[in-house]
């Protein structure tokens, strides 16, 4: 349970942080996502958000000569 302050300011649980996975000094987005609610998210990289998403996609050393197609 957290609570509103007078100057709008909420303090999270830190349980709820830590299941979240987030640290101080963590930057976080806030948006509302209808009436009286809110979600709070890490702000993470686009790249590392994605990166390795098209793991075991491709054949091992398949880019490679994808690549020195494009060369030639």
Do not use: F
Not at 4 to 17: D, F, G
Not at 18 to 44: F, H, Q
Request: aromatic share 2%; glycine share 10%.
């Amino acid at each position: 349970m957290a609570r509103v302050s007078s100057k709008n300011q909420v303090t999270l649980p830190v349980a709820a942080l830590r299941a979240a996975g987030l640290e101080p000094g963590d930057e976080v987005t806030v948006r509302p996502i209808g009436a009286g609610e809110i979600v709070v998210a890490a702000r993470r990289s686009r790249v590392r958000r994605h990166a390795g998403i098209a793991t075991g996609v491709y054949e091992p050393g398949e880019l490679d000569r994808l690549r020195d197609e494009w060369d030639h």
